[in-house]
């Protein structure tokens, strides 16, 4: 793992030179107080997966796109659209799963697992060099889903 990390950082360092990296020590975590089967979860990912009738991600910008897509709670595979052009969509395109794993959660929700499962989600765009946007939204996303009764976010990165 750490060897790809030094590859991806002399990857990025060669694109964009001017580029510091940020090493967050103390992200701020609340604590879960009730057990997962009475919690309500929205999944977050960075794959930059759109509904095929949204706005694509802005690929052009230098620093990243730092906006968001809401994901409707009973997306399907078929629904969704791919702007990310930083990874192999190859397993993604097989199953959505790999990067946004809908249909486990929904397994985990009918097994009394997980109580519920949010009515929105979320997808941003990974490969962010100017952070300031992605942390602002972020922020909104976050209280968003707190008022609408979320207690956990499942993130996954790409």
């Given at each position: ?43 977050i990912t960075t794959g930059g997966l ?63 697992r997980i109580k519920s499962l949010s ?34 976010a499942f993130i996954t990165p790409t």
């Open positions: 793992m750490l060897n790809k990390l030094r590859i991806t950082t002399a990857l990025i360092k060669r694109r964009r030179p001017d580029f510091e990296f940020k090493t967050f020590r103390n992200a701020p975590i609340t604590p879960l107080t009730k057990p997962l089967n009475k919690c309500k979860l929205a999944l759109h509904l095929k009738t949204d706005p694509p991600f802005d690929l052009t910008t230098q620093n990243g796109d730092c906006s968001y897509r809401k994901l409707p709670g009973d997306i399907r595979q078929e629904d969704i659209a791919i702007s990310h052009k930083w990874y192999n969509h190859k397993f993604i395109n097989a199953d959505l799963n790999c990067v946004f794993p809908i249909d486990r959660m929904r397994e985990y929700v009918e097994k009394g009515e929105e989600h979320y997808s941003f765009m990974g490969h962010i060099y100017g952070t300031e946007g992605l942390i602002k939204n972020s922020i909104k996303v976050g209280k968003g889903l707190k008022e609408i009764g979320v207690n956990i």
